[in-house]
């Protein structure tokens, strides 16, 4: 028979099971990141990080929806850590206008701040996403490899996404703007062409928007220490 006694007991010793966990991982991770702000660009009128845009912070939501985040991690270790910096994830072409032509770091908490999500991943299916925009030339490129991904890269496990695609008539003398080219076995009939729906659009301004081409000084004050292909 449970008594208020035991009643007591067990809800005071639930109340600080919990009291711990929560402050483990919400309020100590809150008082050691939660003040970030962004910080000044060195010599220049900008701040760090850059925000994104409207139709990209939609994408979030896109990306969220799609399960992404079970296949891809947005996160660059550092070099003892694992080999995030060798294959190339941490590198980016430099945005800020100064020497060298590409930067090459780990990530850093404050490089999320903007983000309304923030899909750090703890599973490698699919390559690191935090730098992809430096990997895809344009948005058609990406869009080509989200409808189809096995035309790319064979070996691909990525599923494709061609609902965020929808085909129909094409309505002038030409393809619209944004149509896709596709080759022979992805080709829909003659008169016809694909183009991407709201959230295909919006899925692929955030994954444009993944990319880290500045330095933020506080966080990495020296140079990489590359590791070998052969330490790995």
């Given at each position: ?7 007591r007991?067990?809800?005071f010793a639930f ?33 760090l ?11 979030e ?65 699919g ?29 691909s ?22 149509a ?9 009939a ?7 729906t ?6 692929v ?28």
């Amino acid at each position: 028979m449970i008594t208020p006694v035991h009643f007591r007991k067990f809800f005071f010793a639930f109340l600080a099971i919990f009291g711990f966990a929560w402050t483990g991982l919400v309020v100590l991770p809150w008082m050691q990141l939660g003040h970030l702000q962004p910080m000044p660009q060195p010599g220049g009128n900008d701040i760090l990080p850059w925000d994104a845009s409207g139709l990209a912070h939609a994408g979030e939501r896109v990306y969220a929806a799609n399960g992404c985040v079970y296949c891809h991690t947005q996160q660059v270790r550092a070099p003892q850590s694992g080999a995030d910096l060798v294959r190339g994830w941490g590198t980016a072409p430099n945005e800020s206008g100064d020497k060298p032509a590409e930067i090459t770091r780990r990530t850093f908490p404050r490089d999320y701040i903007w983000q309304g999500q923030v899909f750090l991943g703890n599973n490698r299916i699919g390559a690191d996403l935090t730098n992809v925009a430096a990997r895809f030339k344009d948005a058609n490129s990406l869009y080509r490899y989200l409808y189809d991904p096995s035309v790319l890269n064979p070996h691909s496990s990525m599923p494709a996404y061609r609902f965020l695609f929808t085909t129909r008539r094409v309505a002038g003398a030409a393809p619209a703007e944004g149509a896709l080219v596709l080759d022979a076995r992805d080709k829909p009939a003659p008169g016809y062409e694909v183009i991407p729906t709201s959230d295909g659009q919006a899925l692929v301004a955030y994954l444009l928007s993944l990319k880290k081409g500045y330095d933020l000084p506080d966080e990495n004050p020296g140079p990489v220490a590359m590791p070998t292909e052969e330490s790995q």
